[in-house]
């Protein structure tokens, strides 16, 4: 079975000082991001 490259996910995050919002390890190793990198974000309130 051929690797597949995962290019997004959907996850939950909290809002913290100073409007600090922290992606996941898990969330960064699988898609690869690091320090520095430039992400695409949709915001939409939960609760």
Same mark, same amino acid.
């Given at each position: 079975?051929? +690797?597949? &490259? #995962?290019? +997004? $996910?959907?996850?939950? $995050?909290?809002?913290? /000082? +100073?409007?600090? #919002?922290?992606? $996941?390890?898990? #969330?960064?190793?699988?898609?690869? #991001? ?5 992400? &695409?974000? *949709?915001? *939409?309130?939960? /609760?």
């Amino acid at each position: 079975m051929p +690797e597949t &490259e #995962i290019e +997004e $996910a959907m996850f939950t $995050a909290y809002v913290r /000082k +100073e409007g600090r #919002i922290t992606v $996941a390890k898990e #969330i960064r190793d699988m898609l690869s #991001i690091e320090e520095g990198a430039l992400v &695409e974000c *949709k915001i *939409k309130k939960v /609760k």
